[in-house]
Structure formats: C-alpha cells, structure tokens
C-alpha cells in the first residue's frame, strides 16, 4: 500500500518540471515591438481616461526606446489595432508608410499576435498614431513623406483642445519642424509656427509655448534674424522651464543671440548654464554650447582652461577651438591668422566665423598686455615688430592699439609721444583693487541664482496653502477610503 500511494504521487509529480519549465520559457521570452506599443496604447489610453499627464510623458519616452526597431509591418500592424480600418485617419497614415519586403512581412507576422482592435478611438491615441509614423518616416529618412505627414498631423491637432494631448503635441511640433528643416523648407513654416504659438497661449499650453517658442528662436537664428529672435523672446511669455530640454534649448538660443549682439557676460552665463543642465547623453548639445562659450570667454579677455578641451567625447570636436585658444593666449597674430585659415571649413559650419574675426582685436590686445609685463620701456616702432602689424604705418597703429588698451583699463601704462615710448607702471598689490570684490560677487550671484532655481522646481502638493485639515476630518476621510477599498476589493473577489 506504502509503495504503491508513493508510486501513484511520483507519477503525479514527473510532469510538473515540464510544465515549469515550459511556463518560465514563455515568461522569459522577451516581447515583441508590437506588444510593445500595444502596452503604451494601453497606458496612453489609462492617462487620457484618468487625465494623467505624466502617463502619456512615459509614453512617450517608451516610444523613443523603441523607435529604432520599427519597420513597415509593426507601424502597420500598430494601425490596424489602435485605428478603426478603413477609417479616414487610418488611411491617411497607411498611405504615407513605405512598402514593406517580403523577408520582413514573413518575420514580423511570424513574431506577431494578432489582436482585436480597440473599441474606442480616442484623440491622444489617434495623435500618438501621427507622431509615431512621423518618428518612423524621419528615422528611414523619407522627409518628403514626413513633410506631408506633419502638415497632416498639425491640421488634425488644431481640432484637439485636450490637456491630455499638451505632451504629445509638444513632440509633434519639433517633428514638424525637424522634417522641413531637413528638406531646406524651414521659412515655409514660420507664419503657421506663430499662429500655433497664439493659439497653445489662448489654450494655456504651457509646454507648447516653450516648445513653440523654441522652434522659432531657432527658425530665426537659421536664417541669422537675430533682431527679429530677440523681439520675439523679449515679448513672448515667460519662460516657466516646465521641461529642461526646453530650457536648456531656450539657454542656448540666448547666449547665441547675446553674442551677437556683444553682450558677453549674459551669453557666458546663459551658455554655461545651458551646457550645465543639458542631460548626459546630448553630446552633441554640450559640444555646442561649450564651442560657443569658449568664443564668448575669448571676446571677454579671458583665457579658457584645459580641463574645458579634455572633456570625454569633445577632445576631437574641440580640437579647432584649442589651438584658436593657444593662439589667443600667446597672442600672435600669425599664428591667430593660420589657425583661422587652417579651421575656415569648421568654423563656417558652426557659425563661429563673424566672431572669430572679432577676436583679432583681443589676439592684439594680448600680445600687448604681454609686452606691457616684459618691458618697462619699449619703443612703438619694437612694439609694431613683436605684434607683427602689415600695415602701411605700423607705428602710427601701434601707437592708437596702444592709446585704446590704455583707455580700456587693459594695461597700466602711458605712452611717451615725444621719444615714441610706452612706459609701463608697477604693478601694484591686486587686492588692493576691486578685483576680488567683483569676483566673489559672481560666486555669490550664482550660488543666489542656482538655489532661487532650486526653489522654482519644486512641487508642492495641491491647495498646500489653504489651511490644513483637523484631526477628525483626517480620521473621517482615512475611513471612507478604507471603506472604498473594502467595497473594490469585494467587488473584484466577486468578479474572479
């Protein structure tokens, strides 16, 4: 009997290992792209339905994870779930996907589940749809087709006046501007970015505004409007910073069009704190704001520091950059002269080129502050010389540079014109002047500066102002959500 009841329960135990096994192959196997977007539908769909922004932001970030294994099949496949077929939307953006490969239909529908479409189409679902065709088509490089997809997908998307649909209309807007930026139409768009702009004010879409905003700065600084980009930042809204992308975008444009318009304090601090708050992973962002802030320390007369070349991934993209900075810091205008011609190609393509003719001006202004410290006395005919003037009167400039950096404050000297002398002072004890003062005033500023920010970005429960709840309705509201847990709890245990 004892042998036989453990024969009967090893019988009924051999084929459970199986079964486990079988069960946790299918656990670990890794779901596919379309389960994928089926899963952000889902969660799309949860956050439009509980009006839950930050569900839909998730979304999308899922979305920009995925974007590189889209095919043809998957997008097509994702519209036919979530897009009723034959529905005008649905054939709208059918239309604009290449034609798949036969090699590709047979993997994906062998991959593939098929799934009953959604019963309903909301408008989040039907824009997410816009937006993850448009990625699509960017990504395969079609911009003709994605020009025409993102008109379509801005036309639908005056229509929508949902909240819910801020976050991803912000992502429809760069894209837009992205696929006729890439085809060269970028000032076709310009008159219907600003009519988007007014129309996500009167809607009190903030993060529309930013990223609107941004996209025009940018339209006009392609074009080189800087006035025109700086009437528009002075007289549009505020900017709130709810994205620090944005932000930091929004820093850069105006470092950019500070330089141009020669106030470099405010372009320093501006490209500082955009290359500061840019994520890690936008390398190609830094390496731009840091190029642009070297040119703006190098008009302001300093001299930037190694460590700011040396940065990991820049050391090749900066590479121009530090031998423009070597040359500035000796202060040889030869050298200036080859190291510009040497790098013309590169500087034209990131627009440094108008500032780094200015620079001439401070490659001189060096090289004489130099002189100033060697020589107490000097000729202006040796000071010519060392400067390397080509010049009709070399002495006759000489002797203006001369005046003009002793007027700037930028060398403590006096020109004798009698012996066509400079004379240059003793240097006195540096903290005895107001240089200290002025340095310990910027620290203090920023530190002043980075906790106002600090404070700005905080969140605050809502109606944390108004006054606070009592004891006892603490305790009746902790009942009745007891209470309502209870109920959903009975509910489901019914319902399994």
Not at 208 to 224: A, D, F, I, K, S
Not at 355 to 363: G, K, Q, T
């Amino acid at each position: 009997m004892t042998t036989a009841g453990t024969e009967d329960v090893e019988m009924k135990e051999l084929p459970a290992p199986a079964a486990a096994s079988s069960n946790f192959a299918a656990a670990s196997s890794p779901p596919s792209v379309l389960q994928n977007l089926n899963e952000i539908a889902s969660l799309i769909e949860s956050g439009a339905y509980a009006r839950e922004v930050r569900r839909i932001a998730r979304a999308i970030r899922l979305t920009m994870a995925l974007r590189r294994k889209l095919k043809t099949s998957v997008v097509s496949a994702f519209l036919n779930f979530v897009l009723t077929p034959g529905s005008e939307p649905h054939a709208r953006l059918s239309s604009y996907l290449p034609k798949e490969n036969d090699h590709e239909m047979e993997i994906d529908t062998a991959t593939s589940v098929v799934q009953a479409p959604m019963k309903h189409s909301l408008p989040e679902l039907e824009i997410y749809s816009h937006l993850l065709v448009l990625i699509f088509l960017i990504d395969q490089k079609r911009y003709r087709e994605a020009k025409a997809c993102s008109s379509a997908s801005i036309a639908r998307l005056k229509n929508v006046n949902r909240r819910t649909v801020d976050v991803l209309a912000s992502s429809l807007y760069f894209y837009y501007s992205l696929s006729y930026e890439q085809t060269g139409d970028l000032a076709e768009i310009r008159g219907n970015l600003l009519a988007l702009h007014q129309i996500a004010t009167l809607r009190h879409d903030e993060l529309g505004q930013e990223t609107l905003l941004n996209l025009l700065l940018r339209n006009y600084l392609h074009y080189n409007l800087y006035d025109q980009a700086e009437k528009l930042r002075s007289k549009a809204p505020r900017f709130e910073a709810h994205s620090n992308q944005q932000f930091c975008r929004y820093l850069f444009y105006v470092g950019k069009i500070r330089t141009i318009q020669l106030e470099y304090t405010d372009a320093k601090e501006s490209l500082h704190q955009a290359a500061r708050k840019a994520p890690v992973a936008a390398l190609g962002f830094r390496i731009q704001c840091t190029k642009w802030a070297v040119i703006v320390r190098l008009l302001l007369g300093e001299i930037p520091e190694r460590t700011v070349f040396m940065q990991k991934g820049m050391e090749k993209a900066l590479r121009p950059y530090f031998e423009l900075t070597n040359a500035v810091r000796i202060g040889d205008l030869e050298l200036f002269k080859s190291v510009a011609e040497k790098f013309s190609a590169t500087f034209s393509m990131d627009r440094t080129q108008n500032l780094i003719v200015r620079l001439r001006h401070n490659v001189i202004r060096t090289g004489l502050r130099n002189i100033s410290i060697s020589y107490s006395r000097i000729s202006l005919a040796d000071i010519a010389k060392k400067l390397r003037l080509d010049s009709e009167n070399p002495v006759a400039d000489a002797e203006s540079i001369v005046s003009k950096a002793i007027r700037d404050g930028a060398i403590d000297a006096a020109i004798d014109h009698k012996n066509g002398w400079m004379v240059s002072k003793e240097t006195g004890d540096i903290y005895s002047t107001n240089e200290p003062q002025m340095a310990f005033n910027s620290r203090i500023a920023f530190c002043l500066n980075m906790h106002n920010e600090a404070v700005r970005a905080l969140r605050f429960p809502p109606n944390s102002h108004k006054e606070k709840e009592s004891a006892e309705k603490r305790r009746e509201r902790q009942q009745q959500e007891q209470e309502l847990a209870k109920h959903i709890a009975e509910e489901d245990d019914d319902e399994f």
